[in-house]
């Protein structure tokens, strides 16, 4: 049972990297990484961080590599249960849903700056975000992603 569990969250994975690998090229025309045989492993282990939320009334995120982990204070399990609200202090939370709002319209934001918050309450300062929408194959909405490479710890 356990091997089979394993499976389908490989599965997962991989289909989730290819939506996010595939609509960061169509909003912003330029590849995110290169495409190949082990582009899972290599935006998992990639030097700026990923994330991406699904579409949950208040959304939790499915997705976090290990740059995004370290920088929340998060392993996999702990993001991956976490409402994506939480990514902000409360005073922040107003300016992040205005910019997610605003992607949900545009499909896209391309230089987002704010200050987010890891799980021991360390605070850090993001710019030159890029936010995008997730659809998968059959154009369904999935939810929003983000990358930066840009942060300072305050």
């Known amino acids: 049972m356990l091997s089979h569990s ?8 991989i289909a989730h990297t290819k939506h996010l ?9 330029t590849p995110l990484i290169e495409r190949g ?12 961080a990923v994330l991406s939320h699904g579409t949950q009334d208040d959304p939790i995120f499915n ?3 290990l740059t995004a ?5 998060m392993d996999w399990a702990t993001l991956t249960a976490l409402p994506s609200r939480y ?13 997610l709002n605003e992607v949900t ?6 230089n987002y700056r704010g200050i987010r918050i890891s799980a021991s309450g ?11 929408t997730l659809r998968n194959e059959y154009d369904a909405y999935i939810g929003q992603a983000a990358i930066f490479s840009d942060w300072q710890w305050l």
């Open 37 to 48: 045989e082990n582009e899972v492993m290599e935006l998992m282990a990639a030097p700026f």
């Open 122 to 132: 360390r605070r850090f300062y993001i710019d030159s975000a890029r936010i995008w």
């Open 21 to 29: 690998l595939e609509n960061y090229q169509r909003c912003f025309e």
């Open 63 to 65: 997705y976090g590599n």
């Open 6 to 13: 394993l499976s389908r969250t490989k599965m997962d994975l």
């Open 87 to 99: 990514s902000a202090e409360p005073m922040h939370r107003d300016e992040r849903q205005q910019l």
């Open 105 to 110: 319209s545009k499909g896209y934001s391309e």
């Open 69 to 73: 982990q370290v920088l929340f204070e």
